[in-house]
């Protein structure tokens, strides 16, 4: 049974890649009997014998270490292909007498998907069948994997994760393990490897691949499996696979090449291009008019799956088609087994769906159509706002066209812009040239491997870049990468490489204090490169937070925010502009606006550039009362801005920590709790924080004079359900999560101690907790005590005149030993300039709390550091209590209106 693939890529691939000559196996079918008696029940009750693209990987899969890749269509059996890999690896525990004896994490398999729905579905699937039947660990590595789930993956046979997750627990938890389990990896198999070029592809090759790479080359891993990883990487058809095969070090052998004729039901794809409407919502929405008749000429009467992109455009596909349809993945439940019952036995003909979903389904149908090619990414890992749909995503959905109990043949259809057209054929029939994306954040991941030390000078910098799959593109293709082109031989093409990418990229990196570079070629990380890396920040992002202004207001990172190159492809639309200005306008909702340039007192006459919508976006979005009057993209905008404008604002907080200045660290901590709950600090439905409690009954608690947390925690339940007109017990559940969710009341104080020589005065900061009253109901609470849950928070103090940040202590409420005191120094100002003001508060994690109450005038010091009386003082020593916002301890109204205007 010969390959056309594997003669067509002769034709194509480069000298160091000839024809593979053919496998003796590959003139028959490889059955399980084959396996050893351990394994077999892997397989159990699926199938006796492997299929052809299986059968003719076997020797190379289970009896060889090389590495292997496999091009193939969808459908073809690629998984197969990985699962004997892993069986190699199993079959090593098997003793003489033919027992399989496994030691928990003596080997480890790392399985690669690019969505966690494919990653869980494999989970599922495998836990049955190599955890049940052959006593194999299989976890799922999330982004919630803390130190002790980490700690567990020392056990773990079999990891299974996508490349963002195994990315971010190695860069994010190294201290705490992330990477000690690295020594044990043993396989590592890469599903849908044509992820690559896709703007999440860095990840994936850097973050991934390259990262083991290097770490199996340190001399302290030469003893343990990694040392001698195998990788096993699979994809559709592409016409420069052979460029994966070089990257992944493959043998001429191991490169395995199929094409259509693999599939078990032949494929006939169609592209339909329609003219681009004004936004995507409604491009989506206007090719419902379209689908009838794509059903009508391409079903046959027969099975119709359509993908949506959104569970929205599911359910108003479903009702335009109603009649025929059936409505799945919405937001509430329904019967997966019986829509699969019913659309295999054909009462149901039309099933619309989301691409998540249809991951997750075996469903196959005569026609599958996409209808659009585009859906809202929310930024996690890949650029946020429309974009295309993976390819490896689109290649799963159109792949469940045909049924081979049923047909003969399969139908898709994909319906995108007329732009697009002939890239989705492309796609289709496997032409399309597979390119590196790692070139756009080359900067970003090179400073990640200097923080987790895999490089540390200028020659293991080169030696990361080798490492690379955009090292393989550079060479086949430098004029496209920037790279000189006819260069007289590879040690000229390594010279220009370090010299361009990596040495212009280190000094950029160092210019901004982000890594240390000495003369000798050493790297070290410094700490703003560590919070770059950790957080994944942006360059051009991590260089505007470096810059920011002393005495930074919120408008100041407000802005800062907006100019974020997180939100590059937020634009500012033509039809948008109206009402962006009526938001700058409204100063009773607003709280800060976008100024005139010649009047920054008043408000911008009209906005004119994206980081303003962003501004103006922000600020409607933590209003008490924000516009219910937002198209879908300008909603779909806000809920991305405030998810990874929360994540920018802990990297602003930390930094400027770091760097020891007052106000931006003051306002960074406020702007991150405001995006994280929502609301401003100075909101007047404080209740909004408490989980279900809304819109509607805040404004009922508000207008009772119980939107203020406290007041509400300390009010009886059943005055709650009155006010909300909510029954038993909603009063007491409400009250019990204030208890679980508040922290305790803190008295903060500030003492003036004396001068000190050198032109120091000393002042003692003293945090006590006090106790909070609470009715009966609460008291009786899970915690009840005041706050069953742990209430981080951070003790700063500082002088207002040098924006001096002279204290900042990492606190949990409910454990610092009270009273905490602390002795701080603070400088005098130079005679005759500005007067001296220490500060200081407590900025809770969690909830926004104001009991203005609270607030205390201190005694009046002098520049001088005597006690001096109140109509004397020229300096004032302040203090708030924790529940009081954090800004305000910086004078923050008064600096919010100084330094508003001049800062767009």
């Known amino acids: 049974m010969t390959s056309y ?3 067509a890529l002769a034709a194509r691939q480069p000298a160091s890649y000839p024809s593979a000559e053919e496998p003796s196996t590959i003139d028959r079918v490889r059955v399980v009997a084959e396996l050893p008696q351990a394994l077999q029940p892997a397989f159990a009750g699926m199938f006796r014998y492997f299929n052809p693209v299986q059968s003719e990987a076997f020797s190379l899969a289970f009896s060889s270490d090389s590495n292997l890749v496999v091009a193939a269509p969808t459908g073809s059996g690629k998984t197969g292909v990985m699962e004997l890999a892993i069986l190699r690896l199993v079959a090593r525990q098997i003793d003489r007498q033919g027992q399989l004896r496994v030691r928990r994490g003596a080997f480890k398999a790392v399985y690669l998907a690019p969505t966690r729905a494919l990653v869980q579905e494999r989970v599922r699937d495998w836990q049955e069948r190599l955890g049940s039947r052959l006593g194999l660990s299989v976890s799922e590595l999330t982004g919630d ?3 002790a789930d980490l700690a567990a993956l020392a056990d773990t046979d079999i990891i299974c994760s996508t490349p963002e997750k195994f990315d971010a627990v190695t860069r994010k938890h190294k201290n705490q393990g992330g990477m000690r389990f690295f020594g044990e990896i043993s396989l590592v198999c890469i599903d849908e490897v044509h992820l690559l070029n896709e703007a999440r592809g860095s990840t994936l090759e850097a973050g991934v691949v390259s990262r083991i790479k290097m770490v199996s080359r340190f001399r302290e891993m030469q003893e343990l499996p990694i040392a001698s990883v195998r990788f096993v990487a699979v994809s559709a058809t592409i016409p420069n696979v052979h460029d994966i095969a070089q990257w992944l070090h493959v043998p001429a052998n191991g490169l ?14 169609h592209v339909r291009g329609y003219a681009q409407t004004g936004n995507d919502f409604m491009f989506e929405r206007r090719l419902n008019d379209y689908l009838p008749g794509i059903v009508a000429e391409f079903s046959k009467g027969k099975p119709t799956l359509i993908f949506c992109s959104s569970r929205k455009g599911t359910v108003d596909t479903a009702q335009r088609m109603l009649g025929d349809s059936a409505r799945a993945g919405q937001s509430g439940r329904f019967d997966r087994a019986l829509v699969e019952a019913c659309f295999l036995d054909r009462s149901i003909l039309v099933l619309c769906t989301t691409s998540t979903l249809a991951l997750g389904v075996n469903l196959p149908a005569h026609l599958v159509v996409l209808k659009g090619t585009r859906r809202y990414s929310s930024g996690a890992g890949e650029a946020a706002g429309y974009v295309e749909y993976d390819k490896s995503t689109c290649l799963q959905m159109v792949g469940r066209a045909g049924r081979p109990q049923f047909d003969t043949e399969g139908v898709a259809v994909i319906m995108t812009t007329k732009n697009l057209v002939q890239r989705y054929r492309n796609l289709l029939t496997g032409e399309e040239l597979l390119e590196s994306a790692l070139r756009a954040e080359f900067a970003e991941y090179l400073n990640a491997e200097i923080v987790l030390r895999t490089v540390v000078d200028v020659f293991s910098a080169v030696a990361w870049l080798r490492s690379t799959y955009l090292y393989i593109r550079m060479k086949r293709n430098p004029a496209a990468y920037g790279m000189p082109v006819n260069l007289p031989s590879e040690a000229a093409f390594d010279e220009a490489a370090e010299r361009r990418p990596v040495q212009s990229t280190l000094t950029q990196l160092a210019q901004h204090g982000l890594i240390g570079l000495e003369q000798c070629g050493t790297i070290t990380a410094r700490v703003p490169g560590q919070l770059m890396a950790h957080y994944y920040i942006k360059l051009r992002t991590m260089i505007g937070l470096i810059t920011a202004p002393t005495h930074a207001s919120l408008p100041d990172l407000i802005m800062l925010l907006a100019r974020s190159q997180e939100f590059a492809n937020v634009i500012l639309r033509r039809g948008e502009k109206k009402a962006l200005n009526a938001m700058n306008h409204a100063l009773e909702r607003v709280r800060f606006f976008v100024p005139s340039a010649t009047r920054p007192q008043k408000p911008k006459e009209r906005i004119q550039t994206a980081a303003e919508k962003i501004f103006i976006l922000v600020n409607e979005a933590l209003s008490d009362k924000p516009s219910d009057t937002l198209d879908f993209s300008m909603r779909q905008e806000v809920d991305r801005i405030l998810k990874i404008g929360a994540r920018i604002a802990v990297c602003m907080s930390k930094l400027y920590t770091h760097k020891r200045l007052l106000a931006a660290t003051s306002n960074a901590l406020l702007l991150q709790k405001c995006l994280k709950q929502r609301l401003w600090d100075n909101t007047r439905f404080e209740c909004r924080q408490v989980p279900g409690i809304g819109k509607l009954l805040s404004e009922r608690l508000h207008a009772a004079g119980l939107s203020p947390l406290r007041q509400l925690a300390a009010a009886d339940p059943r005055r709650i359900e009155a006010t909300t007109q909510r029954h038993f017990p909603f009063g007491n559940q409400v009250v019990q999560q204030l208890c679980r969710m508040m922290p305790p009341p803190i008295e903060l104080k500030l003492t003036l101690l004396g001068q000190r020589p050198g032109g120091l005065v000393e002042v003692e900061v003293t945090l006590t907790r006090t106790t909070l009253q609470l009715t009966s109901d609460a008291a009786d609470a899970p ?9 981080d928070a951070q003790l700063i103090a500082g002088t207002l005149h040098d924006d001096q940040l002279l204290v900042h202590e990492v606190l949990v409420l409910e454990q610092f030993p009270s009273p905490l005191m602390l002795r701080i120094q603070a400088a005098l100002p130079p005679p005759g300039q ?3 003001s220490v500060v200081a508060t407590v900025a809770p994690a969690s909830c926004q709390i104001m009991d203005p109450s609270q607030r205390r005038s201190s005694r009046p010091i002098g520049t001088e550091g005597r006690k001096a009386a109140p109509k004397r003082s020229r300096a004032t020593l302040l203090w ?19 330094r508003h205007a001049g800062r767009f």
């Open 256 to 269: 395995l090449v199929f094409g259509e004729e693999m599939r078990p039901v032949k494929l006939v794809t």
């Open 834 to 836: 500005a007067s001296l």
């Open 880 to 898: 708030e209590s924790s529940a009081s916002r954090p800004a305000n301890s910086w004078s923050h109204q008064r600096l919010a209106r100084q």
């Open 5 to 7: 693939s594997t003669r």
């Open 145 to 147: 994997t803390d130190t």
């Open 783 to 791: 915690g009840g005590g005041g706050g069953g849950a742990r209430s």
